[in-house]
Nanobody, 124 residues
Framework: QVQLVESGGGLVQAGGSLRLSCAASGRTFIINTMGWFRQAPGKEREFVAAINRNDFSTSYADSAKGRFTLFKDNAKNTIYLQMNSLKPEDTALYCC?????????????????WGQGTQVTVSS
């Protein structure tokens, strides 16, 4: 089993920044991809970004490109999502996910492990 714990959410004004963290524990050696999804009230959970733990490759949703940066610290089994130039439409519950596949998938079904999420609220 793999456990994921997110932190770093909060309330920020539009244009501000936040850094989210996701720490993995348990059988972390089976993980090849870690990513972030978000879910706003009344909307489907959507892909934000993913990173391959072995080759550093990344993938971003169009809404995140140019504003969000995903990076990792393998020694700490932790990934970080640096979010800049935040907009009110970024308001959502941000959930960390882990996959055994290294394909940087954008599909929720490819991620068997999930954290509880951390709330990000951007005020206008």
């Amino acid at each position: 089993q793999v456990q994921l714990v997110e932190s770093g959410g909060g309330l920020v004004q539009a244009g501000g920044s936040l850094r989210l963290s996701c720490a993995a524990s348990g059988r972390t050696f089976i993980i090849n991809t870690m990513g972030w999804f978000r879910q706003a009230p009344g909307k489907e959970r959507e892909f934000v970004a993913a990173i391959n733990r072995n080759d550093f490759s990344t993938s971003y949703a169009d809404s995140a490109k140019g504003r969000f940066t995903l990076f990792k610290d393998n020694a700490k089994n932790t990934i970080y999502l640096q979010m800049n130039s935040l907009k009110p439409e970024d308001t959502a519950l941000y959930c960390c996910a882990a996959s055994l596949s290294g394909s940087l998938s954008e599909r929720r079904s490819d991620y068997p492990y999930w954290g509880q999420g951390t709330q990000v609220t951007v005020s206008s």
